[in-house]
Each structure stands twice: as C-alpha cells, then as structure tokens.
C-alpha cells in the first residue's frame, strides 16, 4: 500500500525541490505543478507531487496522520 502525503515546498531547483513535514526534507519532483512555489503546499507520492493543496487543508490532513500514527504507539 502507498500513501500520499501532504508537504510544504521550502526549495525548488527548476522541476527538483526540496519539501517537509515535522522536520523531516524529502527531494520531490514538481513537473506535474504548474508554476510551483516555496511556501506551497502539495501531495507526494512516489517521491512527485501530485496536486497542489491549500493550507487548511493540507494541515488538516497531517493532523490527520499525526493523529493514526499516535494511535499506532
């Protein structure tokens, strides 16, 4: 099984950037973003973002996986 999950763009190196979640930078691939931007949030999967996310929303889905992976411990 594979999830997508919401991060935040904090770098971008033409189609290659550098987004995060608690901390934690992963590289992902924005050629399927049009006219992507540090500060942006947006879903990854496979290591692409995938669709561009508002911020209440993409909050509200990390306090979402916050929420599992503490029901998990």
């Known amino acids: 099984m594979c999830l997508a999950v919401p991060l935040k763009i904090v770098e971008l190196h ?3 950037a550098v987004a995060e979640w608690e901390g934690v930078r992963r590289k992902i691939r924005v050629d399927f973003i049009p006219d992507p931007q540090v500060g942006q949030y947006v ?3 496979a ?3 995938i ?3 508002d ?3 993409a909050l509200a889905d990390q306090q979402a ?3 599992v992976e503490n ?3």
């Open 43 to 45: 879903i990854v999967h």
């Open 55 to 57: 911020e209440k929303q």
């Open 14 to 16: 033409g189609a290659d």
């Open 65 to 67: 996986f916050s929420e």
């Open 71 to 73: 029901a998990l411990l």
């Open 51 to 53: 669709e561009r996310l």
């Open 47 to 49: 290591g692409f973002a």
